[in-house]
């Protein structure tokens, strides 16, 4: 006796159906994560710091301005070690609040854990308002 051949062509059958059904959703999800990827990707802004403020230290939208011997310099906020928002000085440190980290107003690491410097922004002062421009990402 023979066997009946039908069975193998369900299985087939089935089993192409069920490919299908993995692989539908595919471009979906795909799609969803480039438009999720857009969305958190790190987008260059202006910051703008008014001209009146003569603090030592600003912090400002995820930027730090320093201004000390004359010379005003621009840092991303972010802690070099895990990235938390340094938003707080100490006797002329910047101290990142997650795990302690020192910097001192030129950027440099006073006391870690960070190893690496904070990261300098380029700016410029608005040659009509004075207003003090960062360039952040």
């Given at each position: 006796?023979?066997?009946?051949?039908?069975?193998?062509?369900?299985?087939?059958?089935?089993?192409?159906?069920?490919?299908?059904?993995?692989?539908?959703?595919?471009?979906?999800?795909?799609?969803?994560?480039?438009?999720?990827?857009?969305?958190?990707?790190?987008?260059?802004?202006?910051?703008?710091?008014?001209?009146?403020?003569?603090?030592?230290?600003?912090?400002?939208?995820?930027?730090i301005?320093?201004?000390?011997?004359?010379?005003?310099?621009?840092?991303?906020?972010?802690?070099?070690?895990?990235g938390c928002?340094?938003?707080?000085?100490?006797?002329?440190?910047?101290?990142?609040?997650?795990?302690?980290?020192?910097?001192?107003?030129?950027?440099?690491?006073?006391?870690?854990?960070?190893?690496?410097?904070?990261?300098?922004?380029?700016?410029?002062?608005?040659?009509k308002?004075?207003?003090?421009?960062?360039?952040?990402?």
């Amino acid at each position: 006796m023979t066997p009946d051949p039908a069975p193998s062509v369900a299985r087939r059958a089935f089993l192409w159906a069920a490919g299908l059904l993995l692989v539908a959703p595919l471009p979906a999800a795909v799609g969803s994560m480039v438009d999720r990827f857009l969305a958190v990707r790190v987008r260059p802004r202006r910051v703008v710091i008014p001209p009146d403020l003569q603090n030592t230290v600003t912090f400002a939208d995820g930027v730090i301005v320093t201004r000390e011997d004359g010379q005003v310099r621009a840092f991303s906020a972010r802690c070099t070690h895990l990235g938390c928002l340094i938003d707080r000085t100490a006797v002329d440190l910047l101290v990142c609040p997650c795990h302690g980290s020192r910097f001192h107003l030129d950027g440099t690491v006073a006391a870690g854990p960070a190893v690496r410097p904070l990261e300098p922004l380029a700016h410029e002062i608005d040659p009509k308002t004075g207003a003090l421009i960062v360039h952040a990402t």
